[in-house]
């Protein structure tokens, strides 16, 4: 075989390996995908799998099927009140009609992401417009996100062929300019409310303290009271027992309390005392028996 027919073969095997590559094309599961014929529209939402196309005249545009997000820029938006708010949020959406989409936006995925935006910043300022600060925050957060997804879905399917499953706030902030006023309020009303609080315990701690007082000077009272009268009843006991005591033996009660007048008058060695010797003072010291 000469150099010509090999090179004739050569050829004709890549054209026709390139016009079988041209041939078949794969749709994957989690794909979307048209196919163009001279750039006009020929076949809508291919299925998954493997397909065939007019080679060279035909060419096929894939699409992402699964859920995407757009990540919308921050906006200012004003409330019912005229209070500014500067709101972050997102979206989650997937391709419903893949004929329009590709006709609204080229099968230009950031086509669709600044729409959708768009139209997420629209409407977050016709709700948020409606609310107050408060419902907008925490109230009626909820009912919020469910009116705009609801609202964007009737928008975008018939203009981007696109279904939002969901719209969400990142973060809901006040401008620089007006949080720190609010700040400043806040801390204000948390004083005041911390002095309230103080206020209202420094006068239930001097209800308290009173009232322990005067228990504590009824309980004293009280036990004094008590502790005079067992005193009382024991000093008349014991001066009944001395008395009953002493009456049997009058002389040595006497020489005890004589005992007791010395260990008084010498209980230290520097004690000097001037009496008269023949005193009384020293009866028992005399005589051992107390005579004089």
């Known amino acids: 075989m000469s150099s010509n027919k090999v090179l004739v073969w050569i050829i004709a095997a890549s054209v026709a390996a390139l016009v079988v590559f041209n041939t078949f094309y794969i749709v ?90 768009t139209r997420i910043a629209d409407g977050l300022r016709n709700q ?42 990142k973060r809901i902030d ?31 701690a001097e209800v308290i303290r009173a009232s322990a007082d005067r228990e504590v000077t009824v309980i004293l009272a009280n036990a004094y009271r008590d502790a005079e009268k067992v005193r009382g009843e024991g000093d008349a006991k014991a001066t009944n027992i001395y008395a009953q005591v002493f009456s049997r033996n009058p002389e040595f009660y006497t020489f005890l309390r004589s005992l007791e007048a010395y260990r008084s008058a010498f209980g230290q060695q520097d004690d000097l005392l001037v009496v008269d010797p023949s005193s009384d003072f020293f009866r028992y010291l005399k005589n051992s028996e107390g005579r004089k």
Do not use: C
Request: aromatic share 8%.
């Open 174 to 204: 006040l401008p620089d300019d007006v949080s720190e006023s609010v700040f400043d309020r806040m801390a204000a009303e948390r004083e005041e409310e911390a002095r309230e609080y103080r206020a209202t315990g420094r006068e239930q």
């Open 128 to 169: 948020v417009g409606r609310r107050t600060l408060h419902e907008v925050v925490s109230g009626e957060r909820d009912a919020l996100m469910s009116e705009i997804t609801s609202d964007l879905n009737s928008a975008v399917q018939e203009s981007l062929g696109v279904e939002v499953i969901d719209v969400r706030v």
């Open 28 to 117: 994957k599961e989690y794909e979307r995908a048209v196919v163009l014929r001279f750039g006009a529209l020929v076949e809508t939402d291919v299925p998954p799998g493997l397909h065939v196309k007019i080679p060279f005249a035909d060419k096929v545009r894939t699409f992402d099927g699964r859920t995407l997000t757009t990540d919308a820029r921050p906006e200012s938006f004003y409330t019912v009140e005229n209070k500014r708010l500067i709101v972050d949020s997102y979206a989650k959406w997937r391709i419903q009609d893949v004929a329009k989409y590709y006709k609204a936006t080229g099968g230009q995925e950031i086509v669709a992401d600044n729409r959708l935006s």
